[in-house]
Each structure stands twice: as C-alpha cells, then as structure tokens.
C-alpha cells in the first residue's frame, strides 16, 4: 500500500479519491487511527491542510507544530518531509487536499528542476501563518476542486478536475512563496548546493541521452557516491533516482504527443532498444508505454 492509500485509509467521510487526489473535509471523528497503532510515517506524499477551527497537532521531520486558525493555519507537507504524527481536537474543523505519486508524475511533471534555495525553502517552510483573507482565497480554490470532481468515467470531467485541482496547488505555492522569508544561504552548505544546481541543469541538459550517474559525476569532477550523498542530503533521493524521474518526465511528456512513436521516443531518449524502453518505463511507472499513451490520449 503507497502512503498516499495509507493516508486516504485514515480518512471515513466526506472525502473524495479520483485519478490519484484526495480531496476530504476533516472532522476528528472521520480521522481514523486504529486504537493501540501508531499514527503510520509518511513520505513520498504531497498534501496540503488548512485549519478553520480548533487546533492540530502534527509532527514533520521530527519537528512538531502547534495549529490553529490564527497560527500555522497552513500546513504544506511535501515529498522531502516525513509526517509521524497527527492529532485533532474535537473541535477541529479544515480541509485537506493530497497528491498521490502517479498525479505528480503525469500531471506534474514537465517542469525545470527548481532551484537548490528552492528544495531547501520548500523543506524548511511546512507550517505557515496566513491572514484571514489568504485563507479565504483558498477556502475559495477548495470549493472549486470538490465542485469539480464530476463523474469519473467522463474524460472532460476528468481533465476539468485535474485542471482544478493543479490552479488549487499552485496558489498554494505562490501564496507560500510570497509569505515566507528568504532563507539566507549558509555558507555551510553553499559548496554542496552549487554542485546540486549544476547537477540539474546538466540533466535538463543531457538526459535525453545519457543515463549513467558516473556521466555526471565526472562533469563535476566528483565521484557518483559523493554526487548520490549530496542528492540524497537536499532532495532525499539518490542521484540514479533524480536522473531516472528527469528522464521519465521526458517519457511522460513526449507520450503525451501523438506525433511520436514508440520507438521514435525510445531513439530519441537514447535507449538501446523499444524494449529496454519498455521495460524502464513499467519499472517506474508500474505501466507499460503503450498504456499510459492509451490512458492520456
């Protein structure tokens, strides 16, 4: 079970789970842990909650945050953090919208690497205070999302609720961004970060054709387990990883364009064969190319 299934498992009302997001109203007594478990670790995920009353307790990377309608009344969890604990008061009420893997990969995916300041930020800034009106704007957003879930079978309905669901997060993030300080950068870590951000734009730049870590490594003038120590340290993945989601985002983008055939894609990002193609691609994504091209076309 993914830990995006685990957290939906948690939820037993007013929640809607179609092509891969989870859309729920949260009460305490539809938060569900069963008595004498521990409240399960997730990671891997990306959700959002937003506090309208009571409070929350939640604890990220070890860290734990104090929620409420005046303080952290947003709490932004990404695929960097790791949640081991949440815990409603009978009064809680909010709402919470979380992203399965598959939905990043083939609704988000596409996008430049962003900036090492970026991941660091992103990491730092899980619980934020918004004013009242923020909040309002994405209440707002929510609504549209649970509005727009339609009937799933329906391809517009589909596209209409992803569409939603994306315009939701990506508010979220830019009312994120623009409320939170810059981080200063320390010098501690500057070093690292530099070789991080080189590191992407020589993938945004090669990994159509080459695959290899040992390839990146050398433009670096690094060794690939160094290079792997510091992917694994700002991005908690290891550096074969970043480069395969780099290259399956191309996979992914260039299914999506009819004008493309198989094998012209599997030429294209320099695999040996159709069929090694086919066998990365099912190793990533669980599907095989024809598949996911028949399901997004």
């Given at each position: 079970?993914?830990?995006?299934?685990?957290?939906?498992?948690?939820?037993?009302?007013?929640?809607?789970?179609?092509?891969?997001?989870?859309?729920?109203?949260?009460?305490?007594?539809?938060?569900?842990?069963?008595?004498?478990?521990?409240?399960p670790?997730?990671?891997?995920?990306?959700?959002?909650?937003v506090?309208?009353?009571?409070?929350?307790?939640?604890?990220?990377?070890?860290?734990?945050?104090?929620?409420?309608?005046?303080?952290?009344?947003?709490v932004?969890?990404?695929?960097?953090?790791?949640?081991?604990?949440?815990?409603l008061s009978?009064?809680?009420?909010?709402?919470?919208?979380?992203?399965?893997?598959?939905?990043?990969?083939?609704?988000?995916?596409?996008?430049?690497?962003?900036?090492?300041?970026?991941?660091m930020?992103?990491?730092m800034?899980?619980?934020?205070?918004?004013?009242?009106?923020?909040?309002?704007?994405?209440?707002?957003?929510?609504?549209?999302?649970?509005?727009?879930?339609?009937?799933?079978?329906?391809?517009?309905?589909?596209?209409?609720?992803?569409?939603?669901?994306v315009?939701?997060?990506?508010?979220?993030?830019k009312?994120i961004?623009e409320?939170?300080?810059?981080?200063?950068?320390s010098?501690?870590?500057?070093?690292?970060?530099?070789i991080l951000?080189?590191?992407?734009?020589?993938?945004?730049?090669?990994?159509?054709?080459e695959?290899?870590?040992?390839?990146?490594?050398?433009k670096?003038?690094?060794?690939?387990?160094?290079?792997?120590?510091?992917?694994?340290?700002?991005?908690?993945?290891?550096?074969?990883?970043?480069?395969?989601?780099?290259?399956?985002?191309?996979?992914?983008?260039?299914l999506?364009?009819?004008?493309?055939?198989?094998?012209?894609?599997?030429?294209?990002?320099?695999?040996s064969d159709?069929?090694?193609?086919?066998?990365f691609f099912?190793?990533?994504?669980?599907?095989?190319?024809?598949s996911?091209?028949?399901?997004?076309?």
């Open positions: 079970m993914s830990d995006f299934e685990t957290l939906s498992s948690c939820l037993t009302a007013d929640r809607i789970m179609v092509y891969g997001v989870l859309v729920a109203d949260l009460h305490p007594a539809d938060f569900y842990v069963p008595d004498g478990k521990e409240f670790s997730l990671t891997d995920i990306a959700f959002q909650i506090v309208r009353s009571g409070s929350m307790e939640i604890e990220i990377d070890n860290e734990r945050y104090e929620c409420s309608p005046r303080e952290n009344n947003l932004d969890v990404k695929p960097l953090n790791r949640v081991t604990g949440i815990i009978p009064d809680f009420r909010g709402w919470m919208v979380a992203l399965s893997r598959q939905f990043i990969d083939t609704v988000l995916k596409g996008r430049k690497p962003i900036r090492v300041s970026e991941i930020s992103l990491r800034y899980t619980a934020i205070t918004l004013p009242a009106e923020r909040i309002a704007v994405l209440d707002r957003y929510y609504s549209i999302v649970k509005e727009s879930a339609g009937n799933p079978g329906d391809r517009l309905d589909a596209t209409i609720f992803c569409y939603a669901v315009f939701l997060h990506l508010n979220m993030l009312t961004r409320t939170m300080p810059r981080p200063a950068e010098h501690e870590f500057s070093r690292t970060a530099l951000e080189h590191f992407f734009s020589l993938i945004e730049e090669n990994v159509h054709r695959h290899e870590v040992a390839f990146y490594a050398d670096l003038n690094i060794t690939p387990h160094y290079l792997t120590m510091v992917t694994n340290r700002f991005t908690g993945r290891s550096a074969s990883k970043v480069i395969s989601e780099a290259l399956m985002s191309r996979a992914y983008a260039m999506r364009n009819p004008d493309y055939s198989i094998q012209e894609i599997a030429d294209r990002l320099h695999f159709q069929s090694s193609f086919g066998k099912r190793k990533h994504s669980g599907t095989t190319p024809a996911y091209r028949r399901s997004t076309l």
